[in-house]
């Protein structure tokens, strides 16, 4: 060690350097902002005393220079004086610097979902870094500390409040959570695999699926590589790859991992040469024993335009639903968000909201934690009044203007029976029902008090009503086609 000059450090020592400034930054900026903003980051290189730090986009790297570009520098001095200038640059700027590959340990993150490089490629001779377009080989076996960061480009990073705790339960996901635990705890069990989980837009297909790859990603023992990915950004890496003539890299990254999910298959619909790509990969893991998992806003059988042969294989291990929301898992939703966001929100404000944003759990929470965000920030108690005022806008758009004569024929149309039998005095079951479907309709989507809607229902008491309400709510509790289709009719009637 000289004691005059500052000396530039060894590759090696470089890499802990990194991994320190990195661990410093994390610590400081805390891990959600770390995880927007920096986790991209790769050190591409040292040139005399400059070091370069590349970010993928020209955004990102933007962000990052006006954000953190001082204390960047300020922390790679504090490890180095030699080092005086920090250049921060956009990814696939091409760097004449000497590889780090071999030596660029990077502090384990619990963050990403991640994938190794084939085995294959780890004894390679060490390849320039060029950014995050380039892969890091991975020397080890995996998850020791001296493994080198693999910010996969293949994974996606996890969203941190998308565990299996963070997920409440009810009988409209109780199922597909279940399949979630069951893969996450021994992925790729016969039977289980693929994984498939389908279900309309916010009702939690994203987060289980991050549930699962975080609850194998923290694992110690037998650890297991997961790349999870939006089937859109699966289809944009792959046009990447062709474009850049590194499709077998693209196909190998693919296919060293242990468990691959894919988001939103659905997107896939038309896309042939992606849809084939998926198809030749899928089959590829499945018969290496890898477990996939998948999500679409339809079943395997009604995802029309999807390849046959690949409906089929997709529905070969579990396919899983989410139902709509019920009432009382809105509530339970609130009531653990609520409880977590520090805030105190009356019982009656989170009724209110499970009542009346019906929709998809996005948008209750996007509501509750508007409420949050106000108390916050004017100091004020949540109350029924402050909410009809902060949710004005979210509110108005929920308070669906139908009639109830429209519900009426609707529900008329939809069952094939007459109009006149919503008002009629006949009993029959197949008349009966609809008017009872009918009536709870029109309890939930429009503001009539009981006795006037008994009224509009050829002059019933409101008795009648309330027993059609609650008759009708135990029904879709315990019959799932039924469910479906009163869901069906309240989203025609809300359009
Ligand atoms: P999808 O992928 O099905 O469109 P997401 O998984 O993105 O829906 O869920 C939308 C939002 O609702 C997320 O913030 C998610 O955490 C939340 N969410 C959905 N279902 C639940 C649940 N059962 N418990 C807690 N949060 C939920
Ligand atoms: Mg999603």
């Known amino acids: 060690m000289t004691t005059t000059e500052p000396e530039i450090v060894e590759l090696p020592q470089l890499a802990v350097h990194w991994a320190r400034i990195r661990g410093r930054l994390q610590a400081e900026v805390g891990e959600v902002e770390y995880r927007t903003w920096l986790r991209q980051m790769t050190l591409a290189g040292l040139d005399g005393d400059e070091i370069t730090v590349t970010l993928p986009t020209r955004f990102l790297r933007d962000w990052v220079s006006t954000r953190y570009g001082d204390r960047l520098s300020a922390l790679w001095q504090g490890e180095n004086p030699a080092i005086r200038r920090v250049e921060i640059r956009v990814g696939n700027a091409s760097v004449p610097l000497p590889a780090l590959t071999e030596s660029l340990a990077a502090p384990r993150e619990p963050v990403a979902a991640r994938t190794e490089e084939p085995p294959a490629r780890r004894d390679a001779a060490p390849a320039p870094i060029q950014g995050p377009s380039n892969s890091h080989a991975a020397p080890g076996s995996g998850w020791s500390e001296e493994r080198v960061e693999s910010r996969s480009d293949l994974a996606a990073p996890l969203d ?24 996450a705890e021994r992925p790729s069990s016969p039977g289980f695999n693929p994984l498939f989980l389908y279900g309309g837009v916010g009702l939690g297909k994203t987060h289980l699926m991050h549930a699962i790859a975080w609850e194998l990603t923290d694992r110690t023992t037998s650890p297991v590589s997961v790349a999870y990915m939006s089937a859109e950004k699966f289809m944009y890496r792959f046009i990447a790859a062709i474009r850049s003539q590194s499709t077998m890299e693209f196909k190998e990254n693919l296919r060293s991992v242990d468990v691959l999910m894919i988001d939103d298959l659905q997107f896939l619909i038309g896309k042939d040469n992606t849809q084939e790509e998926f198809f030749h990969t899928f089959n590829y893991l499945v018969e290496q024993g890898k477990q996939i998992v998948v999500s679409a806003d339809k079943s395997p059988s009604d995802l029309n335009g999807l390849e046959h042969r690949l409906r089929t294989r997709l529905g070969c291990g579990m396919v899983a639903d989410l139902h709509s929301t019920t009432y009382e898992l809105r509530l339970s939703i609130l009531e653990a968000k609520a409880a977590r966001a520090g805030v105190e929100v009356p019982v009656k404000v989170l009724e209110f909201l499970a009542h009346k944003i019906t929709s998809n759990v996005r948008e209750l929470e996007g509501a509750l934690n508007r409420l949050v965000a106000h108390a916050n920030l004017f100091g004020r108690p949540v109350t029924l009044e402050t909410t009809h005022e902060v949710l004005h806008d979210i509110l108005k758009a929920h308070d669906r203007r139908v009639t109830i004569e429209e519900i009426q024929k609707k529900v008329a149309e939809h069952y094939s029976i007459r109009l006149t039998d919503m008002s009629s005095a006949r009993r029959a079951r197949a008349v009966a029902r609809p008017r009872q479907v009918a009536m709870f309709l029109a309890k939930q989507l429009t503001s009539r008090s009981l006795p006037e809607i008994g009224r509009k229902f050829g002059n019933r008491d409101h008795t009648t009503v309330m027993h059609a309400v609650s008759r009708v709510t135990e029904l879709m509790e315990r019959d799932g086609t039924f469910a479906e289709d009163v869901e069906l009719l309240r989203r025609l009637l809300e359009s």
Do not use: L
């Not at 409040?161 to 069951?182: H, M, Q, W």
């Open 160 to 183: 941190p409040r998308f565990t299996f705790e963070g997920f409440v339960v009810g009988k409209p996901n109780e199922f597909a959570y279940a399949c979630a635990r069951r893969v």
